[in-house]
């Protein structure tokens, strides 16, 4: 009992014993105890006097800039550093101050390389702080996480770069959050900053064309619920302009450690480039088969336009060699030398268009410009039509004309036949006591000759053709009608070459009109 009681007191007399603070602690502990932290510390310490010399340091110190202490006599604190970061260090270095005489400055950080005495250099995050006139400094080695930055940083750009390159980047959604994590490239191919736009899904779906909106919402919706990879393409309206985009995006689900989706992430390609190219080759295959296709149909008439007045004029000439008919002086041969006339004449115009028609098509058709008189080109074009007009029993007319002294700069032969081909097809597909009538125009740059009719007209959805070479509207018309169907594509080519343009409306059964507009000047 009086051993407890002993053990009472003195465990009472204890707990009123002041105990020691650490300012107690460390000046009772002898200085070589002291070193021994100082040494075994992992960071480096140093001591420099106000002249800049290093008075003391530790083991990793010594380990980090690979000096011995000999080296520390004739050492000053800057030469430590790099020749770049020592102006920097030297102001810091300077800004500490005193308050009071005694007094020790604020912990001031920074981060420098040192270089090493062998060579190399080593990245230091420092801790500076003025007392008594010396400054303490310890730094901890981060020359592996600048390597690491480094090479970080580096894949950084690298993927920017590739991201950039492939018109893709990535992007990366978790469940329950608002908005979409993108990177640059996305919103560069959305055409909206990154710092002013918010990647909500309500934002996304007000880019996205708004055909295209349900696809992608049902293509998010599937992913979350059935927890599959899924891919699709859509378009986007890019802000500002009436750009349209076609994007292609991939998306895969991610998964915690337990198997369970907690997100969904993938990339996004601006396919625009590709889907236009691809779309260009289409259309440039599917007029390459038009042609083709055209030009068979062409050869297959031209056979039957070729056959027709060369079998006349080959059957004419032997009837006259063989005087079938009796002596030369028969009038009936008068008839067949008209016939074999035409039908040269027919065949001369075949052969003359396709010859037409091969140079524009070659680049070669060069015009011959002047100074044209294009009231006398109108009337001169009219007399040429007035003989084939008065046998189909359509009425030509001419409801103005223009000045006499008016002149355009342009080609004489190509304005006469772009006029005749005109014409011919007016009066050529008009029906007998139909009519054909030209309207002119003067203006102030250009002039605008126009010839209407009252035939057939043409269907609307055949007008883009009836300009293309070696098409024709229909294969009736080259049956019913004779001619190469190149007329309206070599009137087309001749009025752009003049800088000009032709235009053409028509109703079945009403009738066509053609307006030709001319420059003045070339």
Not at 55 to 66: E, M
Not at 338 to 356: C, F, M, P, V
Request: with cysteine; glycine share 8%; charged share 25%.
């Amino acid at each position: 009992m009086l051993l407890k009681k002993k053990s009472l007191k003195a465990k009472s007399e204890t707990r009123n014993v002041p105990q020691p603070s650490s300012k107690d602690i460390h000046s009772s502990l002898p200085a070589k105890d002291l070193s021994l932290f100082w040494d075994m510390s992992h960071e480096v310490m140093v001591v420099v006097n106000d002249m800049g010399h290093i008075i003391d340091c530790n083991a990793a110190f010594l380990d980090s800039t690979g000096y011995e202490r000999t080296d520390l006599e004739s050492l000053h604190f800057m030469d430590l550093f790099e020749e770049g970061d020592r102006p920097y260090i030297r102001n810091t270095i300077q800004s500490f101050g005193l308050d009071e005489e005694g007094a020790q400055s604020s912990v001031l950080d920074f981060e420098a390389g040192i270089s090493r005495k062998g060579g190399g250099v080593r990245y230091l995050e420092w801790r500076q702080q003025l007392h008594e006139g010396l400054l303490y400094c310890t730094g901890r080695d981060v020359s592996a996480i600048k390597v690491q930055e480094s090479v970080l940083s580096r894949k950084e750009k690298q993927l920017y770069e590739a991201e950039s390159i492939g018109r893709m980047g990535h992007w990366h959604w978790g469940f329950g959050e608002e908005s979409m994590e993108w990177s640059d490239e996305i919103y560069r191919i959305f055409g909206v900053q990154a710092g002013s736009f918010d990647p909500t899904f309500d934002a996304l779906n007000a880019l996205v064309h708004r055909e295209d909106v349900p696809r992608v919402n049902q293509a998010f919706q599937r992913a979350l619920i059935e927890e599959n990879d899924y891919d699709m393409e859509f378009r986007v309206k890019v802000p500002g302009s009436h750009d349209v985009r076609f994007i292609r995006c991939e998306g895969r689900c991610w998964r915690d450690e337990s198997g369970e989706v907690t997100a969904l992430y993938g990339i996004m390609q601006d396919m625009t480039e590709r889907m236009l190219y691809e779309r260009e080759l289409k259309n440039a295959k599917e007029s390459a088969e038009r042609a083709y296709a055209a030009k068979t149909q062409f050869l297959a008439n031209m056979s039957h336009e070729l056959r027709t007045p060369l079998n006349a004029i080959i059957g004419f000439s032997e009837m006259m060699e063989q005087q079938l008919l009796g002596p030369i002086g028969t009038e009936k041969y008068l008839d067949y030398i008209s016939g074999i006339r035409e039908s040269g004449t027919h065949l001369l115009d075949l052969i003359s268009d396709i010859l037409d028609m091969s140079k524009i098509e070659a680049g070669k058709y060069e015009l011959d410009l002047e100074d044209l008189n294009i009231s006398k080109s109108v009337q001169l074009a009219l007399h040429m039509m007035e003989g084939r007009a008065h046998e189909a029993g359509v009425k030509l007319s001419l409801d103005n004309q223009l000045a006499e002294s008016l002149k355009i700069r342009a080609d004489r032969r190509a304005v006469l036949q772009i006029l005749l081909n005109i014409l011919s097809n007016a009066v050529k597909f008009t029906e007998e006591g139909g009519e054909v009538r030209i309207h002119c125009k003067d203006r102030s740059d250009y002039i605008v000759i126009t010839i209407s009719d009252t035939g057939i007209g043409i269907p609307a959805n055949k007008l883009p053709q009836v300009t293309r070479p070696f098409e024709q509207v229909s294969a009736s018309y080259s049956r019913d009608h004779e001619g190469s169907g190149l007329g309206l594509a070599i009137t087309k080519e001749l009025v752009q070459m003049h800088d000009g343009n032709l235009s053409i409306e028509s109703t079945v059964g009403v009738g066509t009109t053609v307006s030709v507009r001319l420059s003045k000047v070339l």
